[in-house]
């Protein structure tokens, strides 16, 4: 299986109760987890549905960098809302 590349882009994220200057963090984290997320295990199957919106449970928030991390991970395991 040859290596495939995968980009991850967010137009947008909107999080409210963090200071503005860990939005960066944050962002750059939850990209680069779901990046790896994605290269290491593939395209979720709830994701082929084309959902809209995913349930992605409770997030317990941390620090920028963490937090990043943990929405990543939510995201990649979440079901769509129907």
């Known amino acids: 299986m ?4 995968i980009d991850v882009y967010i ?5 409210h109760g963090f200071a503005p200057g860990g939005r960066w963090q944050i962002g750059d984290a939850l ?3 779901l990046r790896g997320l994605l ?3 593939g ?9 809209e919106r995913l349930n992605t449970g409770a997030i317990r928030l ?5 937090t990043g ?3 990543a991970d939510a995201i990649y395991r979440g079901g769509p809302i129907s």
Do not use: C, F, M, Q
């Not at 137009?11 to 999080?15: A, D, I, K, M």
């Not at 395209?43 to 959902?51: D, H, I, M, Q, V």
């Open 2 to 5: 040859s290596p495939r590349e």
């Open 11 to 15: 137009e947008e994220l909107v999080l």
């Open 31 to 33: 990209e680069n987890e």
């Open 39 to 41: 290269a290491e295990k």
């Open 43 to 51: 395209l979720p199957a709830a994701w082929r549905t084309n959902p």
């Open 62 to 66: 941390t620090s920028p960098g963490e």
């Open 69 to 71: 991390k943990r929405i």
